[in-house]
């Protein structure tokens, strides 16, 4: 269905499949993906299921630092697309319509699209 890559920071590599239920991330030990990071708040963002769109939206959860898609910050729930980059303090995720069986396939699927983003040097 869907999932959530940490990209950047100290949880990089992890990954959490969103399927069609309600997802809080922060710091918080007892969610779903528990982000250790000094600026993230203890439940920073929420992340919902859309049975209409059939897709996710994320909204901020009132953190101090709030949530930035694709480096612009969100006041107001919205809609997430395949390959957006979400910024919660220090850390970074990263939004895949894909599904993952285990946290190698994750990683080996962002390492790919690191390629595809690299800019070809010119000597």
């Given at each position: ?25 922060g ?11 000094d ?34 910050k ?13 910024r ?36």
């Amino acid at each position: 269905m869907a999932s959530i890559i940490v990209t950047s920071g100290e949880h990089k590599g992890e990954y959490l499949p969103l399927g069609r239920r309600t997802n809080v991330i922060g710091r918080a030990e007892a969610l779903p993906m528990q982000i250790l990071d000094d600026m993230v708040s203890r439940k920073h963002l929420r992340i919902r299921y859309d049975e209409n769109t059939n897709g996710h939206n994320v909204e901020d959860m009132n953190s101090k630092h709030g949530v930035l898609i694709n480096n612009r910050k969100i006041t107001e729930q919205t809609a997430l697309k395949d390959g957006d980059e979400i910024r919660i303090g220090q850390t970074t995720l990263l939004y895949t319509e894909k599904d993952f069986d285990d946290s190698e396939s994750a990683l080996s699927h962002f390492k790919k699209i690191g390629e595809r983003q690299r800019p070809t040097m010119i000597e």
